[in-house]
C-alpha cells in the first residue's frame, strides 16, 4: 500500500510502567500448567455496543455527543467536563485467564482543559486494576488527539479483578478526559503450540454471493477447509473479519451467520477476529472444514472497501482464516495506516452473481456465464494466493499482453481519461515483466488493475488485483507487491519493512533508480525508531511511518547492494523469493540469507540500518 496517513495521530506516547500487582496465589509444584488461549478479554471496549457490560457512575459517560470525537468508530467515554467538583468512574469486571504469561493493557486517552496551570493537577483521571493503580493522568496531560497508554497486566492472570476509570474535577475550570478502544490482550503460557509450524495450512475457500443492484451489497455462503501441519492439537479456528473496522460492532458490515462444523464464539478485536470451537480437537494432518453464510455490506468511500458513486471497491471482506504459529494466534488489530494482514498461500473459488451492466474485476482467472434474466456470475478461480478482493461496476474496460505473455486488464472509472487508461495498461505490461525478470515469473495468470482518482490512500495490493491512482510509480509499487507480500508472504502487522521496503526497491529498480541520494536529509525522532518496527508502533507515530518503512526501508536495501555488490544482491533476492515461494518471509530468515551471500559480517551493517531481528 502506497501510504498516506488517514487519521494524525500524536507524535510521541508517554511510557508508563504499571506498579507493582499484587502477588499470585501459590500453586503446587506438582500441579500441570493451566491452558492459555489468547484472548482479548475486554468487552466492548470500542464502545461501540452499548454500555454493557460497564458500569457508569452516571448515565452518559459512554457516548458520541457533539463537542468530543472517538478515536476509532462513533462512541467514546467523556469523563468529567463539568467545571465543578464532580467525580466520574467508568468500570468493568475482566478475568485474565490463568497460564497466560503476558497480558497487555491499551487504551487511548484524549485531555483536554480549561485550566492555565503549568504545575498543579487539578483535575484527574485514574486507571486502576483491581487495588492496583497503573496511572494518574491530570489537566497537565492536555493533548491533541490520542495517545495510546499500555500497560503490562500479566501479574493479574488468573483473577478475575474490576479494571476502572475515575476522573476528579475540582470547584472551578473544566478537564475532559476521553477514553477509546480499550483492549486487554493474553497470549503465551503452555498453548500456543509448543512448535512454530504456521497452521490451520493449505485453506480452500468455496464462496458463493449474490449483489443488489448496484453492487454494494453481497449475500450467499462460504465455506473453508483446512489441515493442522502442527504437531499440537488445533481445537478452535479463527475468521477474520477484517472490514468490520469499517462500521461498528452494532451495525457491521461483515456479518457470519448459521455457521457449520463448529460453534461460534464471540467477537473479539473490535469484531474484527470470530473465534469457531472444533466439535473435536485436529491432530497433525488432520482436515475439517466450516461453513457459514455471509453477508457483505459496502460503506460510501473511496476505500480499499468502500463505494464512490457508481463503484464499488471490495478487499478484505471474505473472511480468511488467522495464522497460528510459535507465539499463539495472530489477532493483531485492524490498521488503516497500513496493512494488519497475515494469512497463508491458500485456494479461493468464488462465484459472484450480479447485474450484467456492472463488470467484476476479480483476483484469479475469471469467466461470465448468463445467470437469471439480466444477470451475470462471473466465478474466479486462484491458486496459493493469500486473499481475494474484487470490484463492481460500469468499468470501462482496456486490456493487454505484457511482452513475457501475462495478460493484464485495466478497468478505470468514469472521468479517467482513455490516454490515461492506456498509459496505465502500458506501465503494468511493464512493470509485471520488470519483477518476473528479478524475482520469478508471475504466477497467477491475469492481472486486473483498477483505476480511480478518488483513493486517498494511492493504492493498495491483492493478488493478481490491485487498486490506484494514474500514477506510473503508484502501480509499479502495486505491482511489485504481487510478489513482495503475495508470492512471498509475511506478517504485515509486526514486519511491515519485509513487504513496503522490498516493494519500493523492486519499484526503484524497475524505474531504473540507484538510490543515490537516499539518505538525504535523514533523521531518527528517537531511539525507539526503527525500520523493524512492528505497527503497533507506527500506529501511534503515523506521520513517520511512510518515511521510514518506505524511505529509510528501500535505501537500506540500497546499501544493502552497495556492500554486496548489483550481482551478488540481484541473485539474493531472486534465490530469497525462490527459496520463499507461496511461503512467509521473517527478518531473521533474510538476514541470514544476506550473510550467506557475503564474507563480510554485516553485524554493524543492521545496527546501523536499525533492522532487528
Given at each position: 500500500m502506497r501510504a498516506t496517513p488517514h487519521k494524525a495521530l500524536a507524535a510521541s506516547v508517554f511510557a508508563i510502567a504499571a506498579l507493582v500487582a499484587t502477588a499470585l496465589p501459590a500453586t503446587s509444584a506438582a500441579a500441570a500448567p493451566a491452558a492459555c488461549t489468547p484472548a482479548q478479554v475486554v468487552a466492548n471496549g470500542?464502545?461501540?455496543?452499548?454500555?454493557?457490560?460497564?458500569?457508569?457512575?452516571?448515565?452518559?459517560?459512554?457516548?458520541?455527543?457533539?463537542?468530543?470525537?472517538?478515536?476509532?468508530?462513533?462512541?467514546?467515554?467523556?469523563?468529567?467536563?463539568?467545571?465543578?467538583?464532580?467525580?466520574?468512574?467508568?468500570?468493568?469486571?475482566?478475568?485474565?485467564?490463568?497460564?497466560?504469561?503476558?497480558?497487555?493493557?491499551?487504551?487511548?486517552?484524549?485531555?483536554?482543559?480549561?485550566?492555565?496551570?503549568?504545575?498543579?493537577?487539578?483535575?484527574?483521571?485514574?486507571?486502576?486494576?483491581?487495588?492496583?493503580?497503573?496511572?494518574?493522568?491530570?489537566?497537565?496531560?492536555?493533548?491533541?488527539?490520542?495517545?495510546?497508554?499500555?500497560?503490562?497486566?500479566?501479574?493479574?492472570?488468573?483473577?478475575?479483578?474490576?479494571?476502572?476509570?475515575?476522573?476528579?474535577?475540582?470547584?472551578?475550570?473544566?478537564?475532559?478526559?476521553?477514553?477509546?478502544?480499550?483492549?486487554?490482550?493474553?497470549?503465551?503460557?503452555?498453548?500456543?503450540?509448543?512448535?512454530?509450524?504456521?497452521?490451520?495450512?493449505?485453506?480452500?475457500?468455496?464462496?458463493?454471493?449474490?449483489?443488489?443492484?448496484?453492487?454494494?451489497?453481497?449475500?450467499?455462503?462460504?465455506?473453508?477447509?483446512?489441515?493442522?501441519?502442527?504437531?499440537?492439537?488445533?481445537?478452535e479456528v479463527y475468521l477474520r473479519l477484517w472490514d468490520n473496522y469499517h462500521g461498528t460492532c452494532a451495525a457491521m458490515p461483515i456479518v457470519v451467520s448459521n455457521v457449520t462444523g463448529g460453534t461460534a464464539g464471540a467477537l473479539s478485536v473490535n469484531c474484527t477476529a470470530l473465534k469457531i470451537d472444533l466439535p473435536a480437537p485436529l491432530t497433525q494432518g488432520q482436515s475439517a472444514t466450516i461453513g457459514f453464510d455471509l453477508g457483505i455490506t459496502v460503506p460510501s468511500g473511496a476505500d480499499r472497501f468502500g463505494y464512490d458513486g457508481a463503484f464499488s471497491f471490495i478487499g478484505n471482506a471474505l473472511p480468511v482464516l488467522a495464522v497460528r504459529d510459535g507465539a499463539g494466534w495472530h489477532l493483531d488489530p485492524y490498521t488503516n495506516n497500513g496493512e494488519s494482514f497475515y494469512s497463508l498461500a491458500s485456494d479461493f473459488s468464488v462465484a459472484l452473481d450480479h447485474p450484467s451492466g456492472?463488470?467484476?474485476?476479480?483476483?484469479?482467472?475469471?469467466?461470465?456465464?448468463?445467470?437469471?434474466?439480466?444477470?451475470?456470475?462471473?466465478?474466479?478461480?486462484?491458486?496459493?494466493?493469500?486473499?481475494?478482493?474484487?470490484?463492481?461496476?460500469?468499468?470501462?474496460?482496456?486490456?493487454?499482453?505484457?511482452?513475457?505473455?501475462?495478460?493484464?486488464?485495466?478497468?478505470s472509472v468514469s472521468g479517467i481519461s482513455a490516454s490515461d487508461s492506456q498509459s496505465m495498461l502500458t506501465t503494468a505490461k511493464s512493470a509485471v515483466d520488470a519483477h518476473s525478470a528479478r524475482f520469478g515469473a508471475y504466477p497467477y495468470g491475469e492481472l486486473d488493475a483498477v483505476i480511480e482518482n478518488n483513493f486517498w490512500f494511492g493504492g493498495m495490493e491483492y493478488p493478481g488485483f490491485v487498486l490506484d491512482l494514474v500514477s506510473t510509480t503508484a502501480l509499479t509499487h502495486e505491482i511489485a507487491h504481487q510478489w513482495w507480500y503475495g508470492i512471498v508472504g509475511d506478517d504485515e502487522y509486526n514486519s511491515p519493512w519485509l513487504d513496503e521496503a522490498f516493494t519500493d526497491y523492486a519499484t526503484d529498480l524497475a524505474q531504473n533508480k540507484t538510490g543515490a541520494s537516499c539518505w538525504n536529509s535523514t533523521s531518527w525522532a528517537s531511539s525507539a525508531e526503527k525500520i523493524s518496527n512492528s505497527m503497533a508502533y507506527w500506529d501511534t507515530h503515523s506521520s513517520r511511518y511512510s518515511t521510514v518503512i518506505y524511505g529509510y526501508g528501500k535505501c537500506a536495501l540500497h546499501d544493502l547492494r552497495r556492500v554486496l555488490g548489483d550481482t551478488v544482491m540481484a541473485k539474493l533476492l531472486k534465490d530469497y523469493a525462490t527459496s520463499h515461494w507461496y511461503g512467509i518471509s521473517t527478518t531473521a530468515e533474510f538476514k541470514a540469507a544476506a550473510q550467506a551471500a557475503t564474507t563480510t559480517d554485516l553485524t554493524s551493517f543492521w545496527t546501523t540500518h536499525r533492522i532487528d531481528g
Open positions: 470500542g464502545l461501540e455496543s452499548g454500555t454493557s457490560p460497564w458500569t457508569q457512575s452516571q448515565t452518559g459517560l459512554i457516548t458520541n455527543r457533539t463537542g468530543q470525537s472517538a478515536h476509532g468508530g462513533t462512541y467514546f467515554a467523556w469523563l468529567n467536563g463539568v467545571g465543578s467538583t464532580h467525580t466520574d468512574t467508568l468500570s468493568q469486571s475482566v478475568t485474565i485467564p490463568s497460564g497466560c504469561s503476558s497480558a497487555s493493557l491499551t487504551f487511548w486517552l484524549h485531555v483536554d482543559t480549561a485550566e492555565t496551570t503549568t504545575s498543579t493537577k487539578y483535575d484527574k483521571l485514574t486507571a486502576k486494576i483491581g487495588t492496583t493503580t497503573l496511572a494518574t493522568y491530570s489537566n497537565l496531560d492536555k493533548n491533541t488527539g490520542y495517545v495510546q497508554k499500555t500497560f503490562d497486566v500479566s501479574a493479574f492472570a488468573g483473577q478475575t479483578v474490576s479494571l476502572a476509570f475515575t476522573g476528579t474535577e475540582d470547584s472551578s475550570l473544566k478537564t475532559n478526559f476521553v477514553l477509546d478502544d480499550v483492549a486487554l490482550d493474553t497470549s503465551g503460557g503452555t498453548t500456543p503450540p509448543g512448535d512454530s509450524t504456521r497452521t490451520p495450512a493449505a485453506p480452500a475457500y468455496t464462496v458463493s454471493l449474490s449483489s443488489n443492484a448496484a453492487g454494494t451489497v453481497w449475500n450467499g455462503h462460504q465455506s473453508a477447509s483446512f489441515t493442522n501441519a502442527s504437531a499440537t492439537p488445533l481445537a456492472l463488470l467484476v474485476p476479480a483476483t484469479g482467472a475469471s469467466v461470465d456465464t448468463p445467470g437469471t434474466s439480466g444477470r451475470t456470475v462471473t466465478t474466479a478461480t486462484a491458486t496459493k494466493v493469500r486473499d481475494f478482493a474484487w470490484a463492481a461496476g460500469p468499468f470501462s474496460k482496456i486490456s493487454g499482453t505484457s511482452a513475457a505473455g501475462t495478460p493484464v486488464n485495466v478497468y
